[in-house]
């Protein structure tokens, strides 16, 4: 079955330190991959996503990702994080063709400390 | 654009008894999608609709009806509330780019359920 893994449950950083979230998915054909940030007591936001062309993709408030295709991987990275990027983030995939069904990891907590 | 929109945001109900919980989009997408959250699983797909007339089952669909008779609505119906239903409930809709594959997903603000 579709699936996708995000190892890190918990994070916690000071401000200024630089972010890395994993994330894994498993499936054999092309995919669109997105991450989505949740504030506290607010719904998902769209942070970036990734279609096709340069691996590199930038998101808004200084947020990127890569895609590695041979590892099945789109981690998500910051270079210096502010407490108010304290939140959940989500990893999704929706395969291109075949299925119409957006399949989302279990999230990461982030708690930046000031 | 409101965007996607649910309503009610908060809602406590007695094991037993059924309700709706309402979802619109303004966007004309044909996609729409529910989902529940619940404290360390992620967001768990209830149900989809590709569009007016189509629906189909996600992961947990038990104990959940939907319908879609127009592009712009997609209830949600709980049949015989349980306290295992307790979650919050988001609503989300998205389209297919031009090259046919669908884009991100918008969603709504989210409804909170508690069944007792």
């Known amino acids: 079955a579709q699936s996708v893994s995000q190892h890190n449950h918990h994070v916690i950083l000071s401000e200024a330190a630089s972010l890395e979230l994993g994330c894994n998915y498993s499936y054999g054909g092309t995919v669109n991959l997105f991450w989505y940030v949740q504030y506290p007591g607010q719904h998902l936001q769209l942070l970036l996503k990734y279609f096709s062309g340069d691996p590199l993709v930038k998101g808004i408030k200084g947020f990127e990702a890569e895609f590695i295709k041979s590892k099945f991987s789109f981690n998500l990275r910051k270079p210096s994080v502010q407490w108010s990027d304290t939140a959940e983030y989500f990893c999704a995939v929706i395969p291109y063709s075949g299925t119409y069904k957006y399949i989302f990891g279990t999230g990461t907590r982030l708690k930046v400390l000031a | ?116």
């Open chain 2, 1 to 116: 654009n409101a965007g996607v929109t649910q309503t009610p945001k908060f809602q406590v109900l007695k094991t037993g008894q059924s309700m709706t919980l309402q979802c619109a989009q303004d966007m004309n997408h044909e996609y729409m999608s529910w989902y529940r959250q619940d404290p360390g699983m992620g967001l768990r797909l209830i149900h989809y609709s590709v569009g007016a007339g189509i629906t189909d089952q996600g992961e947990v669909p038990n104990g959940y009806n939907v319908s879609r008779s127009t592009t712009e609505d997609f209830p949600l119906r709980l049949l015989s509330a349980a306290p295992s239903q307790t979650s919050v409930y988001f609503c989300a809709s998205s389209y297919r780019g031009a090259g046919g594959s669908y884009n991100e997903q918008f969603f709504g603000p989210g409804t909170r359920l508690t069944v007792l």
